[in-house]
């Protein structure tokens, strides 16, 4: 099986692919090992610049999807022009909608937000497989909660977790337990449980094309997110800029 291509963004690989191509990677899996999807914005690559471990999660991941728009803005400028946006939400209601045969397994969130995107789901996608939810407490499970989570995943027969724990646990944890969980895709998808289950807004269609989502999701939650905005997307503008530069210099 190859993988989609990777290429530099800030210093964190990101994948060039398509909804098309990673819908079709992870229906052809191998199934020797789990494979694992991070949906890659410009909080995590930033986050992954100062962190080790979730750099090292990010690089390990067998596509990281170009998430946010400003990510996009990355690849376009550097390696392919028509690069389109792989956006989580977006990611997980086209693999349910267009009924791709694979039977789903939703783990994180909380039980309420759970039960909603579950009605969501069978709502737009009634013919879709859902084989088991679990909302894990939000302190570390101990080593038998982990073991029994596992053993559910994998007796529920499910072809792929759509992981909801933000990040950067859940790149974190996707990491982590893959050994355990040969054959399954693994798909950290963020707040794609509450845009889906309605439990949060997602930001207007011109916000999202103009790379304002973040303005909107300030808007929303400014206590939760000034301080990560504050810093990260001025030092991510910065950076890209000069690696945009760098490029055009190399080429000519």
């Known amino acids: 099986m190859t993988f989609p291509d990777k290429a530099p963004v800030v210093g964190i690989p990101i994948s060039v692919t398509s909804y098309d191509d990673v819908i079709e990677k992870l229906t052809n899996r191998p199934s020797d090992g789990a494979t694992v999807v ?23 991941a067998e596509i990281a999807t170009p998430d946010g728009v400003p990510i996009v803005w990355g ?12 956006y989580g939400p977006e990611l997980m209601r086209k693999a349910f ?21 579950q009605a969501k789901l069978a ?23 982990s073991d029994e989570a596992m053993e559910a995943i994998r007796a529920s027969g499910a072809d792929v977790v759509w992981v909801g724990l933000g990040m950067p646990k859940q790149e974190l944890w996707m ?14 998808v963020g707040a794609a449980f509450d845009f889906l289950a309605g439990t ?7 916000m999202q094309k103009a790379g304002l989502e973040w303005l909107f999701r300030l808007i929303q939650e400014p206590r939760r997110l000034w301080r990560r905005y504050i810093w ?15 490029h055009k210099l190399s080429r000519k």
């Open 38 to 60: 991070a949906v890659c914005n410009v909080h995590s690559v930033m986050s992954a610049r100062r962190d080790p471990e979730l750099r090292e999660a990010i690089a390990a």
């Open 200 to 206: 949060k807004k997602q930001a207007p269609a011109w």
């Open 75 to 86: 690849l376009r400028a550097t390696v392919r022009s028509e690069q389109e946006r792989v």
């Open 123 to 145: 709502e737009i996608a009634p013919q879709a497989e859902i084989v088991g939810a679990f909302s894990p407490p939000f302190r570390d499970m101990t080593p038998d909660e």
């Open 97 to 117: 909608v267009d009924n791709v045969g694979w039977k789903h397994y939703l783990y994180g969130s909380t039980p309420e937000t759970l039960a909603q995107l």
């Open 175 to 188: 990491h982590r337990i893959r050994p355990e969980l040969p054959g399954i895709a693994l798909l950290g």
């Open 232 to 246: 990260n997307n001025p030092a991510y503008a910065v950076l890209l800029s000069m690696q945009v530069v760098r």
